[in-house]
């Protein structure tokens, strides 16, 4: 790399030619000592240690030494899990050591990306192996339904739409945890009507496509038991303990020292609660299982405060905002007037899959390796998530409304209890729940998190406006041409959808309004934190230019809000602090009292303690589209855009990527470049180390 900042960006000619050698040399099967030594070479070079791993792994699979090639692939697996050579590898070498389950996930990953056969065998498959087969068949978007779930008919494996209910979830989560059983919400009605419906829609492609956007599920931790079971309560305590049947009127005996043998009727795939104060057994006669879930112990902690409540509004765009705040959001502006409000906050993509586990572990995208939802690995167990964190510290943790971006792929794994939607999280709805959570479970510390989606935008094709946008807006801007399926993130700057997006923020103002003043009357100031902010902004403030790209980077597409309020939180604040989304993850830390990783990518900001950022940073890193960077100051933007598109595995080539740097306000406007030898010194050198991990120097399998 040139140290006058000449050029951004130089690929290491060396490495690339030694990985083309190298590749050339396992396409010929030619393992031999100058294969050794050339690849000593390059992971000297240490321009791509995945690529040396792969490449170690082809050379000791060839010389049959299967177990330390594993090692390898494995190795390369937690760099780059998204790599379809590392998968082939992978799928070849868990072949050769009798392993047909993890082979055939592996299989299934290049069946999905690479269009290979789709596997057809699984010896010995008991429901374990084959929801594991299905998780590799499926995204990480959906949960918990399963698009193409696994099954054994008639001795052959096969896929069909399912969802995984009334059983236990296939994802990962804390060591000493029990695992997701999946219930349905009963929401105040009958308990088993939902059962009923799921168990005859959650086949049909009907339920698949389109009525599952608002069908409510209930995720909590538990264990599945058949007979009976003993809950122990500690001496001196109260515990509340879920339960769910798998069955409409499931008779459940309640057996404690003290009282006689009382009967509990459960629903089918649907969570009840009662109150415990002495070990207690439960039994179940008939020949059908049910879900007891974890014990939640009641009680305060002095270390603890009583209610910590994130809100993310989806995609609540700033500097959009900013300017009518007090008008447009009149009650959460007033109650976070006694708070910090951050001014210049960012986040680091300009859509929820990636940006909401940058949020919830302090970590870029392309450290939670989270850049595109149709893969379907899950979140290094090494990064501590903020619910598994507050969980550590003893708060019973909760999403009464949520988005299933994060369930599959792990980032909601340390949470106790998951309420969760496909598509549909109104404001109304989470603020309703909130205030009966509250109610029910306030007797413990609570860590309680919201995920809304009313000021979200949509494709605009059989979407149902708000009424009183439909009936206020002419008919000019009521109608208009519909072009082509178009993703949110690109939605042009229609009226209809600016007119939309208010009625949901007035929407939101109201029902959170009525939270927070709920949170007031029953709280001392000292006794919470509440947090709200999004994960990204909206595009459909970008005015549209014919002929040219949406900036799916710029300001309206990722400057994003953040206030909070509560202990140690200060108060009447409008910081212009630079701030990013990974940044709420040490906040929190320091405020709760959590240790915080030293690696992580988020900071503490200076309000709290910590120190200022100089730059903040957003990027789209989406396979098959251009990787685009912006690197912002208070004055100016680094904006950057490659050549090539972004590979499966999220890397891409920098070298003749097109760099400028304007002032802010004036982002990609050529007009007004603001090159200089001062600026680039600066920008350069900040830009290189975060694309640095990124990078694949031009080489590609």
């Not at 789709?118 to 959906?142: E, V």
């Not at 931790?221 to 500690?234: H, L, M, N, W, Y």
């Not at 979407?463 to 519909?482: G, I, K, M, S």
């Not at 929407?507 to 009357?521: A, F, K, P, T, W």
């Amino acid at each position: 790399m040139t140290d006058d900042f000449s050029v951004f960006w130089q690929n290491n000619d060396t490495a690339a030619a030694l990985f083309y050698d190298l590749l050339a040399r396992s396409e010929r099967g030619a393992y031999d000592d100058d294969f050794l030594a050339a690849l000593a070479a390059y992971r000297e070079a240490g321009t791509n240690p995945a690529h040396a791993d792969i490449f170690a792994a082809q050379y000791l699979l060839h010389h049959g030494d299967t177990e330390n090639a594993r090692l390898c692939a494995e190795r390369a697996y937690a760099l780059r899990p998204v790599h379809n050579e590392t998968w082939r590898l992978l799928a070849v070498i868990h072949s050769a050591l009798g392993d047909a389950l993890n082979a055939s996930i592996f299989n299934a990953y290049l069946h999905r990306f690479k269009q290979t056969a789709i596997p057809s065998t699984l010896p010995h498959a008991d429901a374990a192996a084959l929801a594991r087969l299905t998780r590799a068949m499926i995204g990480c978007i959906d949960a918990p339904l399963a698009k193409r779930r696994a099954v054994i008919e008639n001795d052959t494996l096969t896929f069909h739409p399912d969802v995984f209910v009334g059983e236990y979830l296939p994802v990962t989560v804390p060591e000493g945890s029990a695992p997701f059983w999946v219930g349905t919400y009963a929401d105040g009605g009958f308990l088993s009507d939902r059962g009923y419906m799921i168990a005859d829609a959650r086949t049909k492609d009907w339920f698949q496509d389109n009525i599952c956007r608002d069908f409510p599920f209930d995720l909590q931790k538990a264990q599945e038991v058949r007979g009976a079971v003993q809950i122990d309560v500690p001496e001196g305590r109260e515990a509340l303990l879920p339960i769910a049947g798998t069955q409409p009127v499931q008779e459940l005996i309640v057996s404690t020292p003290s009282h006689a043998d009382q009967l509990a009727y459960l629903g089918k795939w649907s969570y009840s609660y009662i109150r415990l104060s002495e070990p207690t057994t439960l039994t179940c006669e008939e020949d059908a299982p049910f879900a007891a879930g974890t014990p939640i112990l009641l009680g305060h902690g002095t270390h603890r405060h009583k209610l910590v409540l994130n809100i993310l509004v989806d995609a609540l765009p700033w500097n959009v905002v900013r300017g009518h705040f007090a008008e447009w959001m009149p009650h959460i502006a007033r109650f976070f007037a006694r708070g910090t409000v951050f001014d210049a906050h960012f986040s680091t993509s300009e859509y929820t899959y990636p940006a909401l586990p940058a949020i919830e572990t302090g970590r870029f995208p392309h450290h939670t390796q989270f850049f595109q939802g149709e893969a379907s690995h899950e979140l290094s167990p090494a990064f501590l998530t903020l619910a598994e964190c507050m969980k550590d510290l003893g708060y019973y943790t909760s999403a009464p409304i949520l988005a299933t971006d994060g369930i599959y792929n792990g980032t909601m794994r340390g949470y106790d209890r998951l309420i969760s939607t496909v598509w549909q999280q109104p404001s109304r709805l989470g603020a309703e729940r909130t205030i009966h959570h509250i109610e029910a479970f306030g007797e413990a510390d609570l860590f309680t998190f919201l995920h809304l989606s009313d000021v979200h935008p949509w494709d605009a094709m059989a979407f149902n406006f708000a009424t009183e946008v439909e009936t206020r807006l002419p008919l000019a801007h009521r109608l208009f041409a519909w072009e082509k399926e178009t993703a949110s993130v690109r939605l042009p700057d229609f009226e209809i959808y600016k007119a939309q997006f208010r009625a949901g923020l007035r929407d939101v103002d109201r029902n959170i309004g009525m939270l927070l003043s709920y949170i007031e009357s029953h709280y001392a100031d000292d006794e919470y934190i509440v947090s709200l902010y999004s994960d990204h902004g909206s595009s459909v403030f970008t005015p549209r230019v014919e002929g040219t790209e949406l900036d799916v980077i710029g300001e309206n597409s990722t400057m994003a809000a953040w206030m909070m309020r509560g202990a140690g939180v200060p108060e009447g604040v409008v910081t212009n602090e630079l701030t990013s989304i990974v940044d709420l993850y040490p906040t929190l830390g320091t405020l709760c009292g959590f240790p915080v990783a030293g690696d992580i990518d988020g900071n503490l900001p200076a309000i709290f303690g910590g120190r200022e950022r100089d730059t903040v940073c957003s990027y789209s890193q989406f396979p098959g589209q251009t990787f685009k960077l912006a690197v912002r100051t208070a004055t100016h933007a680094l904006r950057l855009e490659t050549k090539g598109f972004t590979e499966t595995d999220g890397t891409v080539d920098f070298a003749g990527a097109a760099v400028g740097i304007y002032p802010r306000g004036h982002e990609l406007e050529k007009d007004h470049a603001a090159d200089s030898a001062e600026l680039r010194s600066f920008f350069y050198p900040r830009a290189r180390d975060l694309v640095r991990e990124i990078a694949n120097n031009g080489e590609r399998f």
